[in-house]
Nanobody, 115 residues
Framework: QVQLVESGGGLVQAGGSLRLSCTGSGSIFSINTMGWYRQAPGKQRELVAT???????NYADSVKGRFTISRDNAKNTVYLQMNSLKPEDTAVYYC?????????WGKGTLVTVSS
């Protein structure tokens, strides 16, 4: 099992930026996918962005061009740089670790974007 700890959430005005970080510990395989998902009040959890240990990235259409995912494999850490934030980006953001089809999740960090 992998433990994931997120940080970097908070309150920001529309048009602002935030950077989320997530560090994993425990039984981490060198080949894996890490990423970010979010869940807004009353909505289902949705994909934001993922990145493989080889560096391949995938983004939700709603964040393309505004968010950038990156990772530091040596630190088992994934980052999400969020720019041009919109009120509709308000959600709890969850870090995800996936290997061999199995998922571990962080507890989440709240991002609130005011208009």
């Amino acid at each position: 099992q992998v433990q994931l700890v997120e940080s970097g959430g908070g309150l920001v005005q529309a048009g602002g930026s935030l950077r989320l970080s997530c560090t994993g510990s425990g039984s981490i395989f060198s080949i894996n996918t890490m990423g970010w998902y979010r869940q807004a009040p009353g909505k289902q959890r949705e994909l934001v962005a993922t990145i493989t240990s080889g560096g391949s990235k995938n983004y939700a259409d709603s964040v393309k061009g505004r968010f950038t995912i990156s990772r530091d494999n040596a630190k088992n850490t994934v980052y999400l740089q969020m720019n041009s934030l919109k009120p509709e980006d308000t959600a709890v953001y969850y870090c995800n670790y996936r290997v061999l089809g199995m998922d571990d999740w962080g507890k989440g960090t709240l991002v609130t974007v005011s208009s």
